[in-house]
Structures are given as structure tokens and as C-alpha cells.
């Protein structure tokens, strides 16, 4: 037994700091996007979650520059952006990908000059891959309290607009006619999404944010039908795939002779992309499909608009 | 500006420019704005995978966007991949950052592959773009009719018998083919700015789609060659003027199509936006 579990966790996996922090952090991320998540693939804003995380590194970029604190930055730069969005983006969905996409150009080509300017005056070696990719493992201490806080805000507005919100993202329509503000639940959501995407790619990076806001609801929203279940079932998915990933990528260390381990933004992305695969497999969904993902038209597709009126009131 | 060392800059910039502002309009058309960064930006792994294998950037960068297109198709249901563009765009960065992990010498190229380096192009680099652009265009040309009916009435081509999903994976691969050429000039993150700003700009301009597309090269083309003189100008990076005037010409023209929208029917829009009024 004792030689099992040599084998599977590597020398000194429990007794490293640096593997605790990361499993912490890592877990109130997960719990933070997996919630937000849910909803943000119910509505089809993934490119709007995965965008904000860009912008929100444009922000990072400019805190580095400017001397701010780089909460501040990602943050800041992050709610910005999703109050642009909203202003110019209609309501259809493909006029909202259209405003996401006019948003996120503007700020890419933004963090090509403050990356740029950052770069050449020295200050920051290497803050191109730093900002890009990120990693876990370099989180500073002080940074958890700040996600935990501001994670805690995003969940609890989310929380408490969960119906009303639940009703407009189900049924536009259906949700003006009951005098819920369709409009100012959107808004609010997308700042709860621009906090969460923020502090998420401030403290994992930029593709496990995305990864972790996405691939567990996605699976999570495939395998059950009650949008509560799913929001408890992504948060397990996104807890689980983060350490093991965080796992898999310290035992890596150990695997063959360049003592060169596989980043553990590889290892935790590769688990939830298995994870959606397998919960795309047939014995895995139930008898029929799981909540639909189809913003406009989930009506039909297990979910009844007409239940989650009735639950409103 | 013009001396001769420029001349391979402004000549790969305006290739880029037409297969941008062509292939852009359907990416807008058809509401691919995520698709359109995701495969460049997925890309940019096959390059570090390729620097990592010792073969040419141009192979890595055309494998992993043909690799992103064929993800996104096989992954989304029918007309929905925001999803499965996402889960295959982290998937391709994973893989980047792993590649990443086993090389050294490949970091100082992360932020030029990211942002582009139009200004140090290499003259051999001509031929192949430019062959590739015209394959790119020569797709569109022969799909351009199935393409237009299912990006805006795709009920209506359904029941023409145009498949609408085979149509979706040749538009991704020709995405991909653009993005494969086009990443080492203008860089991943770009090559998208440009393939949005222009094209919207030009669609709320018009909506005959042959004149959008003539604007569309138009307003591309006017796009790079301002931000490459003005990158020679400034000494700052293209891609941030490439980033700001995509998204002022976005602004221009909506606030022009909201100026037009106003005059035509005053009754219903009494007061016309100042801002409207003055762009």
C-alpha cells in the first residue's frame, strides 16, 4: 500500500510548499469559474470569458508599467472591458460576438504596446510568457487572499440574481414578460465573469482560465439536468482536474532522465479536456441530453423556462 | 519609409491586408469571431512545436491551424462551437506551453510570433505567402455563392441542399490556411484585429456583400499601410496601431450607420446622436 502510494505521489509531493499553495489556489479558482462557468456556457459567452482574460492581461501589462499592483490591473482593465462589451454589443448573439471580438482587438493590440514599452525599458524579462502562460506554481502568497475576496464577490452577486439570471439566460423573452431587467442582469453578470476571469488569469494564467471556465461546466452541463446539480458537479470537475493536474505535473519530475517536468498548465488542461471527452461518451449522458448550451432556444432541450418562472416567485 | 528594405514589408503587409479583409468579411458575416482568434492563436503552438522538432515555423504553424479547424468542426454541434472552440483553443496552448517547456531558444520569438514583425520580414518569405494567399482566395471564389446563402439565411440553404456543416469545416480550413501564412507577418494575436475591424466597419457601411468586400480589402489595406508608417514613425509597435485603427474604423462606421439610420427615418429618431452627427 505504502509502495502504491510512493509511487503515486513523488518524493515530498505533501511536504512542498509550493505544491499546498498551488493546490489551494488552485482549488478556489476552480470552485470560483466553475460557477460562473455554468452560466457562461449556458448563455454561449465562452469567447466573452476567454476574451476577458486577455484583456484583463492587457490590464496586468499596464500594472507592471504604471507600478500598480497587478490585481489592480487585471481587475480594473477587466470590468472595463466588460462594460464596452455590453455598451456596444446588442442583444443578438452574433452581435455580441461581434463586440467581443472589436474589444478584444482593441486590447491586444494594447498589450502589444505595453508589452512593448515594458520590455524595452527593462524592468520586466520575460513578462510576454509571464502574462501569456502563467503558472501556478509561482503564485505569490499574498495574491490568494485577494482571489479568495474578490472570488467570494463574484459568487455571492451571481447568487443573488441566480433566478432572474437563470430565467434570462433560459428565455430572453419569457424573462422581460415576468419584468425581470434582462439587460442590467446580463450587465451584472458580466462583470461577476470579468472579476472571476481576471483573478483567475492573474493567478493560473491565461489558458487554464479559459480552461477551467469552460471545460468543466461544459461536461458538468452534458452529464445532469438541473443547473444547481451541474454548478456542484463542475465545481468537483474543476476542483479535481486541478490536482490532478497539479499532481501529474510534479510527478513528471520524475519520469524518464531530463528531470524536466511537463508544465502543470499541460497536465491540469489535458484532465479537463479528457473530462469533456468522456462525458460526451453515450453511457455517460443521461436519457436525454443534458442541459442545452443553446442560449436562444434551450427551452425545448430539457430545461423548461416555464419551471424556473414558477421557482421565482 | 520607402527605402528598400521597407519594400518586402509593404508588399507582405498588403497581401495580408486583402486575404484579411476577404476572409474577414465571412468571418463577420457568419459570426466566427471566436473561431478567428482561436485557430491563430492555437497556431502559435505549432511554431514552438516546430522550432522544438527542427523543422520550418511555416509547417508547424499550417499543422496546428489545420489541427484547430478540424477541432473546432469535429468537437461543435451544429451551428454552436463556442464550446468546442474554447476546450480546442487551451488544448493547442497546453500543448504550446509544453513544447515551450523542453526548448530554450525559442523565447525571444514568442512575443514577434504573438504580435508580428512585419518590419523584419525576409524577402523569401514573399513567394510562399503570397502562393498561399491565392489558394485562400480561390477558395472563397469557388464556395463564395454556398458560402454567402448559409452564413445569412442557413435555413434557406439547408433546404437547397447545401451542407451547411461541410461548409462550416471548408470556411475553418480556410481560416486556417489564412492564419498559417499570415502569423509569422502580422503575428497570431493580430491577424485577428484585422480580420474584425475592417470587415465590420465595411458591413455597417453597406450590405451589398461584393461592395463590403471591395471596402473591407479597402479599409484593411488602409489599416496596415497607416500602421506600418506610422510604427516607422513612432518606433512603436505595429500591432498596436493595427489593434487601435481596426477598432476606430468599428467606431466610425457604426457611428456613420447610426447617422444614416437617423436621417432616413427622422420621425422615429428626432434627436441624432451628436457623436453620430459628427463622425
Same mark, same amino acid.
Given at each position: ?77 477587466? &470590468? ?7 455598451? &456596444? ?104 465573469? %470579468? ?45 479535481? !482536474? ?24 499541460? +497536465?491540469?488542461?489535458?484532465? &479537463? ?10 453511457? !455517460? ?7 442545452? %448550451? ?20 | ?37 482561436? &485557430? ?66 525559442? #523565447? ?27 489558394? +485562400? ?17 442557413? #435555413? ?11 461548409? #462550416? ?42 461592395? !463590403? ?67
Amino acid at each position: 500500500m505504502h509502495q502504491i502510494l510512493a509511487a503515486v505521489f513523488g518524493p515530498g509531493f505533501f511536504a512542498s510548499a509550493q505544491v499546498r499553495a498551488a493546490a489551494a489556489i488552485g482549488a478556489v479558482v476552480a470552485v470560483v469559474s466553475a460557477v460562473t462557468g455554468v452560466f457562461t456556457v449556458m448563455r454561449g459567452q465562452s469567447f466573452g470569458g476567454h476574451a476577458l482574460g486577455d484583456v484583463s492581461a492587457a490590464g496586468g501589462a499596464g500594472a507592471l508599467l504604471a507600478g500598480l499592483s497587478p490585481v489592480t490591473g487585471f481587475v480594473g482593465l477587466g &470590468i472595463a472591458g466588460a462594460a464596452v462589451m455590453d455598451l &456596444i454589443g446588442v442583444q443578438r448573439l452574433r452581435g455580441r460576438d461581434l463586440a467581443t471580438g472589436v474589444v478584444l482587438g482593441a486590447a491586444i493590440g494594447l498589450s502589444a504596446l505595453l508589452l512593448f514599452l515594458g520590455t524595452t525599458s527593462g524592468s520586466a524579462t520575460g513578462a510576454t510568457q509571464q502574462i501569456m502562460f502563467g503558472s501556478i506554481f509561482t503564485v505569490p502568497a499574498g495574491t490568494i487572499w485577494a482571489v479568495t475576496i474578490l472570488g467570494a464577490i463574484a459568487i455571492a452577486a451571481i447568487t443573488a440574481v441566480y433566478r432572474p439570471l437563470l430565467l434570462a439566460t433560459v428565455s430572453p423573452d419569457l424573462a422581460a414578460a415576468r419584468g425581470v431587467r434582462v439587460r442590467l442582469t446580463g450587465l451584472l453578470f458580466m462583470l461577476a465573469l %470579468a472579476v472571476s476571469v481576471g483573478l483567475s488569469s492573474l493567478a493560473i494564467g491565461a489558458i487554464l482560465s479559459t480552461a477551467l471556465l469552460i471545460g468543466p461546466a461544459a461536461a458538468a452541463l452534458r452529464l445532469t439536468r438541473t443547473v444547481a446539480r451541474a454548478v456542484v458537479l463542475a465545481c468537483v470537475i474543476g476542483v479535481a !482536474a486541478t490536482w490532478l493536474g497539479i499532481l501529474l505535473a510534479y510527478d513528471s519530475y520524475y519520469w524518464g532522465s531530463g528531470q524536466r517536468g511537463l508544465p502543470v498548465s499541460f +497536465c491540469v488542461v489535458a484532465v &479537463i479536456f479528457a473530462a469533456y471527452l468522456a462525458s460526451g461518451l453515450p453511457g !455517460a449522458r443521461p436519457a436525454r441530453r443534458g442541459l442545452a %448550451a443553446r442560449p436562444a432556444t434551450a427551452a425545448g432541450r430539457g430545461i423548461s423556462p416555464m419551471t424556473v418562472a414558477g421557482k421565482e416567485r | 519609409m520607402f527605402a528598400s528594405f521597407m519594400t518586402t514589408a509593404w508588399v507582405t503587409a498588403t497581401i495580408v491586408a486583402v486575404i484579411a479583409g476577404v476572409v474577414g468579411y465571412f468571418v463577420v458575416l457568419r459570426g466566427s469571431a471566436f473561431p478567428a482568434h482561436a &485557430i491563430p492563436k492555437g497556431a502559435f503552438a505549432g511554431a514552438a512545436g516546430a522550432s522544438l522538432l527542427g523543422v520550418s515555423t511555416l509547417a508547424g504553424l499550417a499543422v496546428f491551424s489545420l489541427l484547430g479547424a478540424l477541432g473546432i468542426g469535429a468537437l461543435g454541434r451544429r451551428g454552436r462551437n463556442d464550446v468546442a472552440t474554447a476546450l480546442t483553443l487551451v488544448m493547442m496552448l497546453a500543448l504550446g506551453a509544453a513544447f515551450l517547456s523542453r526548448t530554450s531558444q525559442y #523565447e525571444p520569438e514568442i512575443y514577434s510570433l504573438l504580435f508580428g514583425e512585419i518590419l523584419g520580414v525576409a524577402t523569401s518569405q514573399i513567394l510562399p505567402v503570397a502562393a498561399m494567399g491565392i489558394a +485562400c482566395l480561390a477558395a472563397v471564389a469557388v464556395i463564395y455563392r454556398p458560402l454567402l446563402l448559409s452564413s445569412v439565411v442557413p #435555413e434557406v440553404a439547408e433546404a437547397r441542399g447545401i451542407r451547411s456543416r461541410r461548409i #462550416e469545416i471548408t470556411f475553418l480550413i480556410i481560416v486556417a490556411l489564412a492564419t498559417a501564412m499570415t502569423v509569422p507577418v502580422v503575428g497570431a494575436l493580430l491577424m485577428f484585429s484585422l480580420m474584425i475591424g475592417p470587415p465590420a466597419a465595411a458591413r455597417s457601411l453597406t450590405s451589398r456583400p461584393a461592395l !463590403a468586400m471591395v471596402l473591407s480589402v479597402l479599409i484593411a489595406l488602409a489599416t496596415v499601410w497607416t500602421a506600418i508608417a506610422a510604427s516607422y514613425l513612432y518606433n512603436w509597435p505595429v500591432g498596436f496601431f493595427v489593434g487601435a485603427l481596426g477598432a476606430l474604423s468599428y467606431g466610425v462606421g457604426r457611428a456613420w450607420a447610426a447617422w444614416r439610420h437617423a436621417r432616413t427615418r427622422p420621425a422615429t429618431a428626432p434627436h441624432p446622436r451628436p457623436a453620430a452627427g459628427s463622425a
